[in-house]
């Protein structure tokens, strides 16, 4: 039985479960999902963002003395990747004193854009990496020029052959009126998506 609504939950006991959970059969075989796509949030509070970070690590190795593979993609470490490869950091550098933070907004979402540069690059990471789950991080850090409902929602062709868990500085709501909604750092609340899972409902 799943949930998809937010919450917070104590970092020892959030560390149990996603453990727990990530390393169970029933997540990795993709196991009660309905046929959705086999995305998760992880929502935590945004204040606890380094502890999450140590966390993952933790997080990772325990998995890895279980024969759970987790594969971590860092939205923030690849961007500034994408931007080196397409040389065009140093542009970049030098454009944001001279350029309004709309303009320098503007100019990220254009040369990261998840459709076109992203998710693409996510593939590319992706193709030959032997993993049995994939951790996306980094949402805060790359806000506000990448949206996590635009990775998400253009990364459903991409990324759903194994279960997906997005690490999320916020909580994932739902509301009859409103629909299901990722409000990062607990104040932003205009990045609708509707079919990832809450990982902290899920339930072994």
């Known amino acids: 039985m799943m949930s998809r609504t937010g919450g917070a939950m104590p970092p020892k006991e959030r560390f149990d479960h996603l453990l727990k959970v990530v390393a169970s059969k029933r997540f990795l075989k993709k196991q009660g999902l309905g046929n959705e796509v086999p ?7 945004a204040d606890e963002a380094v502890a999450m970070d140590a966390m993952r690590g933790s997080l990772i190795n325990q998995l890895k003395t279980r024969g759970v593979r987790a594969f971590e993609i860092n939205l923030y470490d690849l961007s500034v990747a994408l931007l080196h490869d397409r040389g065009i950091w140093d542009e970049v550098l030098a454009a944001e004193p001279e350029i309004s933070k709309a303009e320098l907004k503007e100019l990220l979402q254009g040369v990261l854009d998840p459709e076109t540069h992203l998710v693409p690059e996510i593939g590319a990471c992706l193709s030959g990496q032997e993993f049995d789950v994939l951790f996306l991080s980094g949402v805060g850090e790359v806000f506000p020029y990448i949206r996590s409902h635009n990775v998400l929602n253009n ?5 759903k052959e194994k279960p997906t868990v997005m690490f999320f500085p916020g909580t994932y709501t739902h509301g009859l009126a409103t629909g299901a909604s990722l409000d990062l750092f607990g104040t932003l609340h205009d990045d609708k998506y509707y079919r990832a899972f809450n990982i902290m409902h899920y339930e072994i």
Not at 39 to 45: D, E, G, L, Q, R
Not at 155 to 159: D, E, K, M, R
């Open 39 to 45: 995305f998760f949030i992880c929502p935590y509070p």
């Open 155 to 159: 990364l459903q062709s991409t990324a």
